[in-house]
Every structure is written in C-alpha cells, then in structure tokens.
C-alpha cells in the first residue's frame, strides 16, 4: 500500500516562479524522503530528512517536515524547464522499506 | 559503482507467456528491492532481500511472481503466465542500510499484448 499522498497531483508554473509540493502520511516515520523522476526513467533521491529534522536545504531545494501534521513540503525556488519531471515522497513507515505516495507532476514552462 | 543496472530495458510478450526480469545492484548494497510502477502512479513496494534472504514479500505479489537473489549480488524478478494488468514498469533500487536513499535502476517497461 502506498504511505504518502502529493498534492498537488499536477502544478504547471513559468520559469523563474517557486514550486511547492506537498506530502501527507498516515504513521509515524523516521525520515522521509523526496525523489524526482523523469519520463520513462528510474527515480532519483532529492533529500532526505529525519523526524528529529523540521526544516532542511540542498541547493534550491527546500523541504520542511511537520510530525504534528503528519506532512512535508519540497520547494524548488527559481525553477528551471529542466525541473520538468515528477516528485514523489517516500516514507519508512514500514520500517524496512521506503512507500511512495502518486507524485506531483510538474510542469515548468520556458 | 556503475550505478544499478536493470536488463532488459523494455520487454514485450504476449499473455500467457513467462518473463524474467534482471537487476544488478551496486556492489556494497546488501539490500535490494523490486518496486512496480504503473503509468501515473508511484512506485508500489513487491519485495526487498537483504543479501540472498528475502525478507518481506507484497500482498500485490501473487504466486505468478517470483524473485530471487542467489548469491546476495544480482536479483531476478520472473512473471509466470503474464496478463495484460502485469504491464508495468518494473523498478530495482538498492541501498547499503534500511530506511537510507535508495538507488534506482532505469526500470524495465513490460508490455503483455
């Protein structure tokens, strides 16, 4: 069964405008994560962040995590045509495997 | 660290036949998964092996599936009897401990005509 759920399902925005994807859970975690995938390729890890970590960064990459609410956000600042892909979140709740929710496909338009 | 590396790339069959499916994974990884994918959707956990044992198999893996990881290096994913709902993207990641980044393989695409 699949942990995760993205929202939005789709986001379509302009080059240089932010992105923002949310990831919703159901179970406690010990970290999750958030992965790209482009078209027809295998997925590829983003970042990774533990239940003890509430906010953390990569390059333009910027993802928070509230346990309260059981849900996380990515950001993508300055967004480029090349971020054109789907993001997904993963989480542990199984403890030995990583679920992945149905993704946000984003659409970033030049 | 070639990356994983899954073989073939697509594969297309007519029902009722057999496939098989290979992944190697980086060579450090003891563990191994094998996720299915299909066409706007995530990834669905089937199966993980730590070494040569597998340790957790999904509802969703029904008696046609079978995988194996002999020798604790390369796995195989084999579909027995295929159906046209088997079409999928067959995903292999591995990772060196649980819980930590996977690595993904570029999958390999089924089509059962």
């Known amino acids: 069964s699949q942990q995760g759920e993205e929202d939005p399902q789709a986001l379509s925005i302009q080059e240089g405008e932010n992105a923002t994807m949310n990831c919703s859970y159901k179970?406690?975690?010990?970290?999750l994560q958030w992965y790209r995938q482009n078209s027809g390729r295998g997925l590829v890890h983003l970042i990774l962040i533990r239940s003890n970590e509430r906010e953390k960064h990569s390059g333009r990459l910027r993802v928070t995590l509230d346990t309260s609410k059981k849900s996380s956000s990515l950001l993508i600042t300055a967004s480029r045509a090349a971020d054109t892909a789907s993001y997904f979140c993963?989480?542990?709740?199984?403890?030995?495997?990583?679920?992945f929710g149905a993704g946000t496909r984003l659409t970033v338009k030049p | 660290d070639t990356g994983v590396s899954q073989d073939p790339r697509h594969k297309i069959t007519k029902r009722g036949q057999n496939v098989t499916f290979r992944c190697d994974p980086i060579?450090?990884?003891?563990?191994l998964y094998w996720y299915r994918q299909t066409l706007g959707q995530g990834p669905e956990f089937l199966t993980y092996?730590?070494?040569?044992?597998?340790?957790?198999k999904s509802r969703l893996l029904s008696d046609r599936f079978s995988a194996e990881r002999p020798k604790g290096s390369f796995s195989t994913l084999e579909i027995q009897r295929t159906e046209q709902g088997d079409s999928a993207m067959y995903l292999c990641a591995s990772n060196p401990l649980p819980r930590e980044k996977l690595f993904f393989g570029s999958g390999t695409q089924l089509s059962v005509l």
């Open positions: 993963a989480t542990d709740a199984n403890n030995n495997d990583m679920r």
């Open positions: 092996f730590q070494n040569e044992a597998q340790l957790e």
């Open positions: 060579s450090e990884h003891n563990r």
């Open positions: 179970t406690s975690i010990n970290n």
